[in-house]
């Protein structure tokens, strides 16, 4: 399967614990994104990367979030001392840019639950 | 980013065909008018995106009137597999890289 992949699939963790998400985009993609989802609600944009460089940010990135994507191909998302509040589905996506066409190829997600 | 309007729920029955509507009436100039359908447990997939007139492809068709103020989806003979929450957004795709989902349109599709 040549899609996008993350791990963990699911993750359950106690408030105040630290968590870190892996996603691999699709091998020739050099932008990946983070979204982060609710029950019931829309994808929410969190951040994008081209290549190694992170070049946008959500207000909803607060300081106790941090992605990376060293040599422009995996990306960690760590999320620091967890508050409820983050529970949520925490999707990737990845996209190569031509012409007009934005498509964006997500991952299953993982999904995050802080007790 | 133009915000969009679209029904919480839509039901239909195998075979028929489904149109969902998307309003969009401060759609700017550069904006293009995607759709992405998403499955439970699953990330958004997406299916088609348009300027104008009629976009087709093997999933669906695109329908945008000339003000642009609004597009219709349209699924041809859905079956089950079809019950998904289908996302209408709109940007400028030439550099606008974040997507803005709105809550979606929920298709339940009944044999």
């Known amino acids: 399967d040549t899609g996008v992949s993350q791990d963990p699939r699911h993750k359950i963790t106690k408030r105040g614990q630290n968590v870190t998400f892996r996603c691999d985009p699709i091998s020739e993609h050099n932008r990946l994104y983070w979204y982060r989802q609710t029950l019931g609600q829309g994808p929410e944009f969190l951040t994008y990367?081209?290549?190694?460089?992170?070049?946008?940010k959500s207000r909803l990135l607060s300081d106790r979030f941090s992605a990376e994507r060293p040599k422009g191909s995996f990306s960690t998302l760590e999320i620091q001392r967890t508050e409820q509040g983050d529970s949520a589905m925490y999707l990737c996506?990845?996209?190569?840019?031509?012409?007009?066409?934005?498509?964006?190829?997500f991952g299953p997600g993982t999904r995050l639950t802080v007790l | 980013l133009a915000k969009t309007t679209q029904p919480i729920s839509m039901d239909s029955y195998e075979g028929q065909e489904v149109n969902i509507t998307c309003s969009h009436n401060n759609i700017a100039t550069n904006d293009y008018i995607t759709w992405y359908q998403q499955f439970p447990s699953q990330g958004p997939r997406f299916i088609i995106q348009?300027?104008?007139t009629k976009v087709t492809n093997e999933v669906a068709s695109l329908f945008i009137p000339a003000d642009r103020k609004s597009s219709t989806l349209s699924l041809p003979r859905v079956s089950l597999s079809d019950t998904a929450v289908y996302y209408c957004l709109v940007g400028a795709s030439y550099n606008t890289d974040k997507l803005i989902f709105g809550t979606g349109t929920r298709l339940q599709v009944f044999p």
């Open positions: 990367f081209q290549n190694e460089a992170q070049l946008e």
């Open positions: 996506a990845s996209s190569i840019r031509f012409d007009a066409v934005n498509e964006q190829f």
């Open positions: 348009g300027y104008k």
